[in-house]
């Protein structure tokens, strides 16, 4: 099963997400469900990259973590409004699509939201 956690700031508002596992819908190059989760995380990553580094006079790229079957990525604090504002949208497009994803696929796809504490942004806390 893949598990979709997003991340939540103290005002409610996404500031990340985290991708795990695979999706078992289908055998490795025929899993249409791991494919399209993987797809649209991949697509929001690099989203995030591009309008961040176009808005932000500093370096401001999201944190990303990658390994095999998991991907984090997180939004680092001290963003501009511009730049909050853009990176909540395309954190909200990715939640909209892997909600109707884990709609279609409930057995392959699970979505939860959490709320995170950083010391730096680079070190995910669970906070209450």
């Known amino acids: 099963m893949i598990r979709v956690t997003f991340w939540q700031g103290k005002d ?3 500031r990340g997400f985290t991708v795990t596992g695979h999706a078992g819908y289908r055998i490795k190059g025929e899993d249409i469900v791991c494919a399209a989760v993987s797809a649209l995380a991949q697509t929001t990553v690099l989203s995030l990259q591009e309008h961040l580094r176009y808005l932000e ?3 401001k790229e999201p944190v ?3 390994r095999e ?3 984090q990525c997180l939004v680092p604090d001290g963003l501009s409004p511009a730049g909050a504002g853009t990176a909540g949208v395309i954190l909200r497009t ?6 109707a ?3 279609d696929y409930a057995q392959h796809v699970r979505v939860e939201y ?3 504490k950083t010391a730096d942004c680079g070190k995910l806390t ?3």
């Open 12 to 14: 409610g508002n996404l």
């Open 57 to 59: 006079k500093e370096n």
């Open 64 to 66: 990303v973590t990658l």
């Open 69 to 71: 079957g998991d991907l």
């Open 94 to 99: 990715l939640e909209i699509g892997l909600q």
């Open 101 to 103: 994803i884990a709609t």
């Open 114 to 116: 959490k709320k995170y």
């Open 126 to 128: 669970q906070g209450s």
